[in-house]
């Protein structure tokens, strides 16, 4: 069923980034996603948008989004991937210029009535952007 999803997935990315590649180019665009597409899915392809951990400071700790070695949740023999991505574009107007700024991982506390359990197998990314006018 994994590989079923997997190919699901590649065919509605695929899509999805064929329509914004189609869209007005003056418009800013983000783009998160969740799954468990592999990177050599997104290095065949052309997407034409720039993720937001590359172009941030890509601190190490901010690498894995599903993180088998720090989150309990987590069973079986999975190595730390980064599953979890912010997809962003730029206007190419010189107004209306979006730039990334930081990211940092959300959900990497357990929950309140717990010390054990955190509130998804996947940490959520919360990306900060400046926006000049």
């Not at 990315?13 to 597409?37: A, D, M, R, T, V």
């Not at 069973?75 to 990211?103: A, C, W």
């Given at each position: 069923?994994?590989?079923?999803n997997?190919?699901i997935?590649?065919?509605?990315?695929?899509?999805?980034?064929e329509?914004i590649?189609?869209?007005?180019?003056n418009?800013i665009i983000?783009?998160?996603?969740?799954?468990?597409?592999?990177?050599?899915?997104?290095?065949?392809?052309?997407?034409?948008?720039?993720?937001?951990?590359q172009?941030?400071?890509?601190r190490?700790?901010?690498?894995?989004?599903?993180?088998p070695?720090?989150?309990?949740?987590i069973?079986?023999?999975?190595?730390?991937?980064?599953?979890?991505?912010?997809?962003?574009?730029?206007s190419?107007?010189?107004?209306?210029?979006?730039?990334?700024?930081h990211?940092?991982?959300?959900?990497?506390?357990?929950?309140?009535?717990?010390?054990?359990?955190?509130?998804?197998?996947h940490?959520?990314i919360?990306?900060?952007?400046d926006?000049?006018?």
């Amino acid at each position: 069923i994994d590989l079923f999803n997997a190919f699901i997935d590649e065919n509605t990315y695929s899509y999805c980034f064929e329509q914004i590649n189609k869209n007005n180019p003056n418009h800013i665009i983000l783009f998160g996603i969740s799954s468990q597409i592999s990177d050599t899915f997104w290095n065949s392809h052309t997407i034409n948008l720039d993720d937001l951990w590359q172009m941030t400071d890509q601190r190490p700790e901010t690498t894995y989004t599903f993180d088998p070695e720090l989150n309990s949740n987590i069973t079986g023999n999975d190595k730390p991937e980064r599953y979890d991505r912010i997809f962003f574009r730029s206007s190419t107007s010189i107004n209306n210029q979006l730039k990334p700024v930081h990211m940092e991982l959300e959900g990497i506390q357990h929950i309140k009535t717990s010390d054990i359990v955190f509130p998804s197998t996947h940490w959520a990314i919360q990306g900060y952007f400046d926006v000049d006018n």
